[in-house]
C-alpha cells in the first residue's frame, strides 16, 4: 500500500519474508548427527579410525560454514517484505523492527522488471532486489521518488472510503 509523506512515501510491501534454506538445515542436521558419530566412533574404535571421522568432521563443518556465507551472500539485496519510506535518492526498509539505510549513489540505476524493481550499480551490477509491490503502479511510483520526479495522476489511483 502507497501513502504519500511530505518528502516521498511509505509502501508497504506484500511478500513474504524471507526464510532459512532448509537445505541448509538438513546439512546442518547431517553435520550434528556426523559429530555424534565422531564421539562414538572415538570411544569404539582405533586411533587412527578416529583420527579419520575427527577430520571428516572438520571437513564437513568447512563446508557447511562456505556455504552459509555463500547462501547468506546472495541473499544480501533482496527485499520483498516490510515497510519501505521511499526518498529522493534514498530508500529506509524497515523489516520487523530492523532499519536498513540506503542511500542511491549518481551512478546507481533503477531498474523495472514487471512488478519488481532492481537498483544497479554502472556496471549493472544488481544492488537491490525489491519485490512485494502491491501494483505496477507502486513500482513506477517508487523509481520515479528515487529519481527526485515529482509524482502524477498515473502513479497513484486515489481511493475514497465513504464512513
Do not use: C
Request: hydrophobic content about 45%; cysteine-free.
Amino acid at each position: 500500500m502507497l501513502k504519500l509523506t511530505d518528502d516521498g512515501a511509505k509502501i508497504t510491501l506484500q511478500g513474504q519474508p524471507s526464510t532459512a534454506d532448509n537445505g541448509m538445515f538438513w546439512f546442518g542436521s547431517a553435520l550434528l548427527i556426523g559429530a555424534v558419530a565422531v564421539a562414538m566412533a572415538m570411544s569404539l574404535l582405533s586411533e587412527r579410525l578416529a583420527i579419520g571421522a575427527l577430520a571428516l568432521l572438520i571437513i564437513g563443518s568447512f563446508v557447511f560454514n562456505k556455504k552459509r556465507q555463500q547462501h547468506k551472500k546472495a541473499m544480501s539485496g533482496v527485499i520483498s517484505s516490510g515497510t519501505l519510506w521511499v526518498r529522493a535518492g534514498e530508500l529506509v526498509h524497515d523489516n520487523l523492527g530492523k532499519r536498513e539505510h540506503i542511500h542511491l549513489t549518481d551512478n546507481d540505476k533503477i531498474v523495472i522488471n514487471g512488478d519488481t524493481l532492481q537498483i544497479v550499480d554502472d556496471s549493472d551490477v544488481r544492488k537491490y532486489h525489491i519485490t512485494g509491490f502491491e501494483s505496477i503502479q507502486e513500482v513506477k511510483a517508487t523509481k520515479s521518488i528515487l529519481e527526485g520526479q515529482a509524482l502524477t495522476k498515473r502513479h497513484v489511483n486515489i481511493k475514497m472510503k465513504s464512513n
